[in-house]
């Protein structure tokens, strides 16, 4: 595909566990996708068809709306009236939708880059912090953790597992104990004997109390802004691609409250509805960065536009 040259890429590997991980989405929605482009004429049967599949794979009705728009548009200038001829156009509109992310700050150098990460309960930000540590280690970067999730004693229990498997130092308090305070001290380890230069911070996720945490989550941010400049530069949040439309709700009332510069997209090895990935990018105006591929440490790939869009039809 020509469009692929103007994108940044992932590696190799990463592109191709993205590809691996759709393979729910590919035998779903986005199959029947496939054969609709191979089967029909242009016709308004196919373009209700269209709309009808895009809506039900999570691409979501406003985003389903624009992606159709530009599409009609381009085979109106090209002149198309094969489904078959129009099948490239379709998936370059797609990339293109998923758009040209600005550079992640996280790939620009600083003594100290701090990554806030948070997420409803249960979405995958512990595990999907593991994973990220482990990926920058493997470039060679020094990376701490931070237990800022205190509220249990599972949760800081089961960051310090990762942090030993993977060989990275993780900075905890006793369960219970103010959050602002691990986030204090794990700056100071950063800055100061361990000199990390990615300092990666977990939070709790509990919705139900989302006043406390929102608030929570806007103390983290002064900390981290008072000792370290322009902290947090990364604020990740996690969302559940099985949980489809709902991730966009919880997204919407997360970007109400801190600034969120990245998604990490989990469990797209375990949705059949990879879809939504467009309505993020489109309606939350935030790029993806990262998906989790499945549980394992090395399942974890840095998000490719191209390499998705083949993944969803190939
Ligand atoms: N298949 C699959 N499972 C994942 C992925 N990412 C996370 N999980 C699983 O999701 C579950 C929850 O993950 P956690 O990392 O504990 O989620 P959390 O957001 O930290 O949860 P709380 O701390 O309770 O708020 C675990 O069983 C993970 O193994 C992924 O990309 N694929
Ligand atoms: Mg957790």
Same mark, same amino acid.
Request: glycine residues 8%.
């Given at each position: 595909?020509? @469009?692929?040259?103007?994108?940044?890429?992932?590696?190799?590997?990463?592109?191709?566990?993205?590809?691996?991980?759709?393979?729910?989405?590919?035998?779903?929605? &986005?199959?029947?996708?496939?054969?609709? &482009?191979?089967?029909?004429? @242009?016709?308004?049967?196919?373009?209700?068809?269209?709309?009808?599949?895009?809506? *039900?794979?999570?691409?979501?009705?406003?985003?389903? /709306?624009?992606?159709?728009?530009? &599409?009609?548009?381009?085979?109106?200038?090209?002149?198309?009236?094969?489904?078959?001829?129009?099948?490239?156009?379709?998936? /370059?509109?797609?990339?293109?939708?998923?758009?040209? !992310?600005?550079?992640?700050?996280?790939?620009?150098?600083?003594?100290?880059?701090?990554?806030?990460?948070?997420?409803?309960?249960?979405?995958?930000?512990?595990?999907?912090?593991?994973?990220?540590?482990?990926?920058?280690?493997?470039?060679?970067?020094?990376?701490?953790?931070?237990?800022?999730?205190?509220?249990?004693?599972? !949760?800081?229990? *089961?960051?310090?597992?990762?942090?030993?498997?993977?060989?990275?130092?993780?900075?905890?308090?006793?369960?219970?104990?103010?959050?602002?305070?691990?986030?204090?001290?794990?700056?100071?380890?950063?800055?100061?004997?361990?000199?990390?230069?990615?300092?990666?911070?977990?939070?709790?996720?509990?919705?139900?109390?989302?006043?406390?945490?929102?608030? /929570?989550?806007?103390?983290?941010?002064?900390?981290?802004?008072? *000792?370290?400049?322009?902290?947090?530069?990364?604020?990740?949040?996690?969302?559940?691609?099985?949980?489809?439309?709902?991730? @966009?709700?919880?997204?919407?009332?997360?970007?109400?409250?801190?600034?969120?510069?990245?998604?990490? @997209?989990?469990?797209?090895?375990?949705?059949?509805?990879?879809?939504?990935?467009?309505?993020? *990018?489109? /309606?939350?105006?935030?790029?993806?960065?990262?998906?989790?591929?499945?549980?394992?440490?090395?399942?974890?790939?840095?998000?490719?536009?191209?390499?998705?869009?083949?993944?969803? &039809?190939?």
């Amino acid at each position: 595909m020509v @469009l692929s040259r103007i994108f940044k890429r992932a590696s190799q590997e990463d592109q191709q566990k993205i590809e691996r991980s759709l393979e729910r989405t590919r035998r779903g929605v &986005f199959g029947q996708l496939a054969s609709l &482009f191979q089967s029909s004429e @242009l016709d308004e049967e196919f373009w209700d068809d269209l709309e009808a599949l895009l809506i *039900q794979s999570d691409v979501g009705v406003a985003t389903t /709306e624009h992606l159709l728009n530009r &599409f009609r548009q381009r085979v109106k200038e090209v002149g198309i009236k094969r489904a078959d001829e129009a099948y490239e156009i379709f998936k /370059e509109e797609m990339i293109n939708l998923l758009g040209d !992310a600005p550079p992640a700050a996280l790939d620009q150098p600083r003594l100290l880059t701090v990554v806030l990460v948070v997420g409803v309960n249960g979405s995958g930000k512990t595990t999907s912090i593991a994973k990220l540590a482990y990926h920058l280690k493997q470039q060679g970067k020094k990376v701490l953790l931070a237990a800022a999730d205190t509220y249990r004693a599972a !949760a800081i229990d *089961q960051l310090r597992e990762w942090g030993k498997r993977i060989n990275v130092e993780v900075i905890a308090h006793q369960p219970g104990s103010d959050p602002g305070a691990v986030v204090y001290d794990a700056i100071r380890a950063a800055q100061e004997s361990r000199k990390a230069d990615v300092l990666i911070i977990d939070t709790a996720g509990r919705l139900h109390t989302k006043y406390n945490l929102m608030k /929570e989550l806007t103390k983290i941010r002064h900390i981290c802004a008072r *000792q370290v400049h322009k902290a947090p530069h990364e604020t990740y949040l996690v969302l559940d691609a099985t949980t489809g439309q709902n991730a @966009l709700i919880q997204a919407q009332k997360f970007k109400e409250a801190v600034d969120i510069t990245g998604v990490i @997209l989990t469990k797209l090895d375990g949705t059949a509805k990879g879809g939504v990935v467009f309505a993020i *990018q489109n /309606e939350l105006g935030v790029p993806v960065r990262w998906v989790g591929t499945g549980e394992q440490i090395t399942d974890f790939a840095e998000f490719d536009p191209v390499a998705f869009v083949e993944g969803l &039809f190939e």
